[in-house]
């Protein structure tokens, strides 16, 4: 792929798309239709001007999905009798994976500023592919991939666009993280033993596997119902949030993943953080606002993902050793720091473009990726927050 097509690329990875609604078809399936205009839904501002509260997110439209409605073969398997909470545990983790339509609200719910006044929601949606890169008893890794169609106003469906989204790993009592500080500083922290017992932390790591944030928490499991439920931590703002605003440097919040008989849920609750030039909080106003969000996966039947797995099959060698360039980063360096941004060229798309170079060799992508991102990450360190 060259350049020119990689920023079309890039560019269409910005779009951010409206949730469409449907109606009930048979026992097993929910038909989401183009044709059924946007149904939006917010809360907890009802005296705000309803303009001002009108869910900001992109107004395009896809073909139609069928979802399934079914108990997956996952979650009976995670419910099964018997098993060790290890293994229950990796089992809920593995029910992430498939093929969904996936949909993202967030919400600024509390104020904490004189003369406050709520930013207008977001709302967007998207179908995607989760697939598993390792399964190993203390250890899973999973990647998320894009692959959407879209609608122009004559019906006429585009050809796939893919996009490499975000990626999820999950350790079973880690001893350490390296926690994002702010301003893509991170730093290693020390987990004590009660921390670690029963543990799992999930590292997510940006669409460029760059890394985003990590937290630590624990299953819990009973009839019908997984949940896994992080501590508070320090998170970077997210696209939809730091291509907007610069009156606050980092998110600090926890999350809750709900694995369900026909998907999985994502619960966030955010605090927006100010921090001063050393990411210490501001001592005269850290505290802008609180967020909710709630991202919701529900599997899908019969959709075409078949482009996302030639872009996986393609480039997964690739994106193996950038993963290899972190990994070796985060053991060998207890504080570092990286930029989203140099000359000019975003990181991931500088990286999204070399995925599709051909190498001789592993040690020629070593270097290739090595040299590339010395311009972006830079090894220092970090005065405690």
Not at 160 to 185: L, N, T
């Amino acid at each position: 792929m060259n350049r020119q097509s990689m920023q079309s690329l890039v560019a269409q990875c910005a779009i951010s798309v409206m949730l469409v609604a449907g109606s009930a078809k048979g026992d097993d399936s929910v038909a989401v239709s183009d044709q059924t205009p946007p149904r939006q839904y917010t809360f907890s501002w009802m005296f705000a001007e309803s303009d001002s509260m009108k869910p900001r997110g992109g107004a395009t439209s896809g073909p139609e999905v069928q979802l399934d409605t079914r108990t997956s073969e996952a979650f009976a398997g995670l419910q099964a009798a018997g098993l060790d909470d290890r293994e229950r545990d990796r089992r809920a983790i593995l029910a992430m994976a498939g093929d969904y339509r996936t949909s993202f609200d967030f919400i600024e719910t509390i104020g904490f500023t004189e003369g406050y006044q709520p930013r207008a929601p977001y709302q967007s949606w998207g179908t995607e592919r989760v697939y598993v890169v390792a399964n190993e008893p203390e250890f899973v890794s999973l990647q998320h991939i894009i692959v959407m169609h879209f609608l122009d106003a004559d019906g006429f469906e585009s050809d796939a666009m893919v996009v490499k989204h975000w990626r999820q790993d999950w350790q079973y009592e880690d001893a350490e993280v390296h926690a994002f500080q702010g301003r893509g500083a991170f730093a290693r922290r020390v987990l004590d033993q009660a921390s670690q017992k029963g543990a799992w932390t999930q590292t997510v790591f940006q669409v460029d596997d760059s890394p985003r944030y990590e937290a630590v928490g624990r299953w819990t499991h009973a009839s019908g119902v997984s949940y896994w439920q992080s501590d508070d931590r320090r998170r970077p703002l997210p696209r939809r949030e730091f291509s907007v605003r610069d009156d606050y440097q980092a998110l600090y919040g926890s999350h809750r993943i709900t694995i369900t008989p026909a998907g999985w849920t994502q619960e966030e609750d955010a605090l927006k953080l100010v921090l001063d030039e050393n990411n210490r909080p501001s001592s005269s106003r850290p505290y802008l606002a609180r967020e909710a969000g709630l991202s919701r996966y529900d599997r899908v039947l019969d959709y075409d993902f078949s482009a996302g797995d030639e872009y996986w099959q393609n480039t997964g060698a690739f994106w193996s050793r950038v993963r290899h360039y972190w990994d070796a980063l985060y053991k060998a360096e207890s504080a570092f720091s990286f930029v989203k941004s140099a000359e000019g060229m975003p990181m991931f798309m500088a990286l999204f473009g070399m995925a599709g170079e051909d190498y001789e060799s592993e040690a020629d992508m070593d270097t290739a990726i090595a040299a590339l991102l010395a311009s972006y990450v830079t090894i220092a360190p970090l005065t405690d927050s």
